[in-house]
């Protein structure tokens, strides 16, 4: 009978919810799993209609959120993705009723159906992101309230996953400011436990999200701090997440003078591709080579915000550069303008002696040489110590990024 298997299934989620079983209601509620395509093939061509039937068979809204459940399962099983999730959209906002008056046993479904929402939540299309986001917003505010459970069972501890949700979808869309509205929350509500008290794979997400925003909002040194703990705390198996944090990490620690080491590139394939080229150029001082390499990537690295982030970091090339003439003179604490006006020249940069000598300049005045120039006599001057000093000493590392 159709409605024997739909039957069952209804008898597994009144167990579920008897014995306060949050992983087996989060199975159950699971689109792509096998008993909701049995249900499919059951029910044939299941609508609202055919399955009002069934209202009223368990404490609402448990028996719309069933009906709802089939609902999304048909239109996954015939790949109509639109009416997926505008039913799935459905489904959680009646989960959400039920999740407000209940504790933390049923986190796990929670996560469940929100990460199916943001799956279904088509990539190419904005609005239905940024309804998923609108949604899964709702839930976030659930778990903040909580003010009845005991700590340890309280909705609480689901802050951090939620909000990760949630960011993720605002950056998929590109709608990061709108990242600032969940961020003011979490300040807002001082009782929600540390983050250190979460899963670590909830701290990874939520730490790489807010490297993220420091990046995009030019605060590189909470970026790195924040990504750096991001990648420490990332599960070793985990290697596409680490890889993401990586792309980012990368460059960052390249302005404090931290170049990676071969290993680690050899264990991420695409970030070695990327990155090698510049890294040999800035180890040997090859400006042209560094040139080269910025316009090989430029398509990537515009899709990636990381364009105008390497052109600055050319820079830290001609450090190497100017450091090579110094060494070539024999580290002498007098070097005339023109040797490393003839260097640029070179290294194949259409630059002039009066450009040359601005080069050397700023290298002094972003802290890469310490010296003057002696304009009169055309000498640069350098400190009889330390000359060069290492880029990790520099006061403010991330200066050349500003």
């Not at 055919?50 to 028996?63: I, K, M, N, V």
């Not at 991420?268 to 150029?281: E, K, M, N």
């Amino acid at each position: 009978m159709p409605a024997a298997n739909f039957a069952t299934f209804l008898v597994q989620l009144a167990d579920a919810l008897r014995e306060e079983k949050g992983p087996e209601l989060a199975y159950l509620l699971k689109p792509t799993s096998e008993h909701g395509k049995g249900l499919v093939k059951e029910l044939r061509n299941p609508t609202r209609q055919s399955l009002s039937y069934f209202e009223g068979s368990l404490e609402g809204p448990w028996d719309e959120i069933a009906i709802q459940y089939v609902l999304v399962v048909n239109h996954c099983a015939r790949k109509r993705a639109k009416e997926a999730f505008k039913e799935e959209c459905t489904l959680v906002s009646l989960f959400l009723r039920f999740f407000a008056q209940n504790s933390g046993w049923t986190l796990p479904a929670l996560f469940s159906i929100l990460r199916d929402l943001r799956d279904l939540a088509s990539d190419d299309n904005t609005a239905n992101m940024e309804e998923a986001a609108r949604i899964i917003s709702k839930a976030f505010s659930s778990c903040v309230t909580d003010r009845q459970s005991p700590l340890a069972e309280s909705r609480k501890w689901g802050v951090y996953y939620v909000v990760g949700l949630i960011l993720k979808c605002y950056f998929r869309v590109r709608r990061i400011s709108l990242s600032k509205n969940i961020l003011r929350a979490i300040e807002a509500n001082p009782d929600i436990p540390p983050l250190s008290a979460y899963p670590r794979s909830h701290q990874v997400t939520y730490r790489y999200y807010i490297g993220m925003l420091g990046f995009l909002n030019e605060d590189f040194a909470k970026a790195e701090q924040e990504l750096t703990l991001a990648f420490y705390n990332c599960y070793t198996g985990a290697h596409s997440n680490q890889e993401r944090i990586l792309t980012y990490l990368i460059p960052l620690r390249m302005f404090r003078g931290h170049l990676p080491s071969r290993e680690l590139l050899q264990r991420f394939p695409v970030l070695d591709d990327l990155y090698t080229p510049f890294i040999t150029a800035i180890r040997t001082g090859d400006i042209r080579s560094y040139d080269a390499s910025l316009d090989r990537f430029e398509r990537r690295l515009v899709d990636l915000n990381l364009y105008l982030t390497l052109e600055k970091a050319r820079e830290l090339c001609i450090r190497g550069l100017f450091r090579r003439v110094w060494i070539a003179c024999e580290k002498s604490t007098r070097i005339p303008v023109s040797m490393f006006f003839a260097a640029l020249h070179v290294a194949d940069t259409e630059t002039t002696s009066e450009e040359a000598e601005c080069l050397v300049a700023n290298m002094i005045f972003k802290g890469f040489i310490r010296g003057y120039i002696s304009h009169e006599k055309q000498m640069v001057v350098l400190a009889n110590t330390n000359a060069f000093p290492r880029l990790a000493d520099r006061p403010s590392p991330y200066a050349l990024l500003q």
